[in-house]
């Protein structure tokens, strides 16, 4: 049989019974490759399938074996299919899913049409080839074909190696129907614009650059205060990769900040940068994927799913934020984008450039860190003043509301962090001590002033029904309302500075409906001379606000009281992440409050002394001694299901399954979790010191169940580093 007859396809079905690839004949005259996809027959569908192997033979008998029915015109790069297999394996899912992660948006409806990048030879191409230059055989047989045949798709010869011929000026590579971009060869005169880099910069940046230029692969961790300036260190890093003829890929945490990075980096470095995230429509996400497929996109942009960007030749992927939780995917497969990037970076023997002003200690742990302690414009970072709540029964403490009288006095802005929105997080009869509960969750309810009716809301679900004026139990009409949020606080301040036009009180949660509400709300505390800003933890994300002079955050050790090992690096990184914020610009210097119950608590203290690097040190040492990651790795499997009983049963099944290992990991639990979305949960822990022996046990255990039909009406899911 002729080489390459068979191909091995991975039909994208959803169901976890159905593993690994299927053969498939090859239609005359067709050729398929790793990465190409297709059209099967499958299960009596006709279903898309992405092709993993090609082979001379099959085990199954030809008279078996069903014919590819239709070859889509994108395809996947090789690598991508090989990064599938990686993360179905490392997160207990199949590969079908994890491909659905990085399929060209559109696939499996109508094929957009592909333009093909054409390379042609230079005038220096030729002259190259009459002897003058160094060549390696690769590029002299590309120069060659290209002298011999004219103009060439681009494909045919090899698109990396085209580029680096290209970076000489040896080639023309260009889009056969579309006019080049003469933005492309504006990228170093129009990096004139970089500012001058400081000492820090300078210093990181070479780090980078050495393994860069070596075409080593590293992963370094910038750590640096914020306000170092360590997107100028991206960009220049950026720039140097493009240089050396390879790609990029930048990660930012959420979508909200990817247009602001696009812009950044689309004036540094030219039309080079393509965008990638769900916010788009499909046909501007299908087009944005297939310039970076095509290699017209050299630097792929996007949240968390941008890791997956099908960059040929990836030289640096950079991670802005690492610390943030985003990074991690919360559907199957639950994969880490920070984990993903490290593997993409060590396959493609590139740098992988984590940023954060509050790395994770995992992170601290396992990358060479670069430090940038001081901000560019030498401003001290802001004063930091710890306030007792003890005993106070006020949500702000007296000097907090003197803070903030003095900043309206001056024209000045504040902002207000409460990691609580809604107006109160319950209500309870107090004649009766009803408590108002979700029917669907085992959670209060919170009650919402805002936005509308008066109405009580589940956070998890999404259950509402209207603000109770009576208890529906006992009658009675005083029902108390505890535990004031974001709402409450807005009308709270407003009481401190007054109403004024000239002085406006914002509120940015999550309550604010969508990308666009929050957006406005942004640009409208950015656009105002003075004001408040009151809000969650997401005003302390990312955004760059000049002028803030005063920080408050209530009740700090809130993040502290969560059953969870990372409380105390949410804590620390919230703090830290606030202050930052704080006293850039032309405000004078700034001032943080914070109002806690628990004054003296490791990272409430160590935030107020800007002290990073004692707390990543204390919290190692804390996490060496109690076996949790980076010392250990967890993996969390639930169970659920509409009825106690059958999760329950499941989850012991799982954990007898699972066994126990002492040296290589512990499984704790069944224990109940709390009911959510009408379904009971019950939850197994394992702590591994052996990652692997561990993923693959819980991976047999799970598909064991699911060949013996075990899990009829009850859902399984496997975190592996839950967050
Ligand atoms: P970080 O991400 O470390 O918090 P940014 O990258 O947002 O800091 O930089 C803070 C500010 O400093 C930005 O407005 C940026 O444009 C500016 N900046 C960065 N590097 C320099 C430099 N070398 N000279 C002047 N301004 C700079
Ligand atoms: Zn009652
Ligand atoms: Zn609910």
């Not at 984990?339 to 740098?351: C, E, G, T």
Request: glycine residues 8%; contains cysteine.
């Amino acid at each position: 049989m002729d080489d390459g007859r068979i191909a091995r396809v991975l039909p994208l079905t959803t169901t976890r019974a159905l593993r690994g690839s299927f053969d498939y004949l090859i239609p005359a005259g067709v050729t398929v490759d790793v990465g190409t996809l297709v059209d099967i027959p499958f299960a009596h569908r006709r279903m898309l399938g992405v092709v993993s192997g090609t082979a001379p033979d099959s085990d199954v008998p030809p008279e078996r074996l069903a014919t590819i029915a239709a070859v889509h015109d994108s395809s996947l790069p090789g690598d991508l299919v090989d990064l599938a297999e990686w993360v179905a394996s490392e997160y207990c899912s199949t590969t079908a899913r994890a491909l659905a992660l990085m399929l060209p948006p559109g696939a499996g409806r109508s094929a957009p049409a592909r333009p093909t990048l054409t390379a042609a030879l230079t005038p220096a191409g030729e002259v190259a080839l009459a002897g003058e230059t160094r060549l390696s055989a690769g590029q002299h047989a590309a120069l060659a074909r290209l002298a011999a045949d004219g103009p060439t798709p681009a494909r045919a010869i090899g698109t990396s190696l085209l580029r680096r011929l290209e970076q000489r000026g040896l080639v023309t590579i260009a889009a056969a129907s579309v006019r080049r971009d003469p933005r492309r060869h504006t990228v170093s005169s129009a990096a004139a614009d970089a500012p001058p880099l400081t000492v820090g910069q300078q210093v990181a940046l070479s780090a980078v650059t050495d393994c860069i230029r070596t075409g080593a692969h590293a992963e370094l961790l910038l750590s640096g205060v914020t306000g170092s300036g360590k997107t100028e260190v991206y960009l220049a890093a950026a720039a140097a990769t493009l240089a050396a003829g390879r790609g990029v890929i930048i990660l930012v945490p959420e979508i909200g900040l990817t247009a602001q990075a696009r812009a950044r980096f689309e004036a540094r470095l030219g039309a080079v940068v393509a965008v990638l995230h769900s916010g788009l429509t499909a046909a501007e996400r299908a087009e944005e994927w297939r310039r970076v497929r095509s290699g017209e996109a050299r630097v792929a942009i996007g949240a968390r799913s941008a890791v997956f960007a099908p960059v040929d030749d990836l030289g640096l992927i950079v991670i802005d934020e690492e610390h943030e939780s985003s990074y991690k995917h919360e559907g199957d497969p639950r994969y880490d984008a920070r984990l993903v990037a490290a593997r993409r970076a060590r396959y493609f023997s590139a740098v992988m450039l984590s940023g954060s002003a509050t790395p994770r200690p995992e992170s601290v742990a396992t990358q060479r860190t670069l430090t940038m302690p001081s901000r560019v414009d030498g401003r001290p970072l802001p004063r930091v003043e710890i306030l007792d709540m003890r005993g106070r029964h006020h949500p702000l403490h007296p000097e907090a509301r003197a803070a903030l009288a003095e900043v309206r006095r001056s024209g000045a802005k504040a902002v207000v962090l409460l990691n609580r929105r809604g107006w109160s997080n319950f209500l309870s009869c107090a004649d009766c001590g009803r408590v108002w509960s979700c029917p669907n969750c085992d959670v209060s309810l919170i009650l919402h002033r805002a936005g509308g009716p008066a109405h009580v809301a589940c956070h998890h679900c999404g259950h509402s029904e209207p603000a109770p004026c009576r208890c529906p139990d006992c009658g009675s009409v005083s029902v108390a309302r505890h535990g004031a949020g974001t709402e409450a606080l807005e009308q709270e301040l407003l009481a401190v500075v007054g109403a004024d036009p000239g002085f406006p009180v914002l509120r940015l949660d999550a309550d604010s409906p969508g990308h666009e509400a929050r957006a406005r709300t942004l640009a409208a505390f950015h656009a105002a001379p003075a004001g408040v800003l009151v809000g969650t933890q997401m005003i302390a994300k990312g955004h760059d606000f000049a002028d803030v002079s005063l920080g408050i955050v209530l009740d700090a050790d809130q993040t502290l009281r969560f059953p969870d090992f990372r409380a105390e690096e949410r804590t620390f990184a919230l703090l830290t992440q606030l202050a930052g914020r704080t006293g850039r610009g032309a405000g004078g210097d700034g001032r943080v409050l914070v109002q806690t119950r628990a004054p003296a608590a490791r990272p409430i203290l160590l935030a107020a002394r800007h002290d990073s690097v004692g707390f990543l040190a204390g919290e190692l040492g804390r996490r060496a001694g109690l076996r949790y990651p980076p010392y250990s790795t967890l993996i969390r499997v639930i169970c659920s299901s509409p009825e106690p009983e059958p999760a329950q049963r499941v989850a012991t099944a799982l954990r007898a399954a699972i066994g126990d290992a002492p040296d290589r990991y512990r499984v704790l639990g069944p224990a109940p979790l709390f009911r959510l979305r009408n379904r009971h949960r019950s939850q197994l822990q394992i702590r591994a010191a052996d990652r692997g022996g561990a993923i693959s046990a819980v991976r047999a255990a799970v598909d064991a169940l699911v060949h013996a039909r075990a899990l009829t009406r009850v859902a399984v899911s496997v975190d592996v580093d839950p967050q």
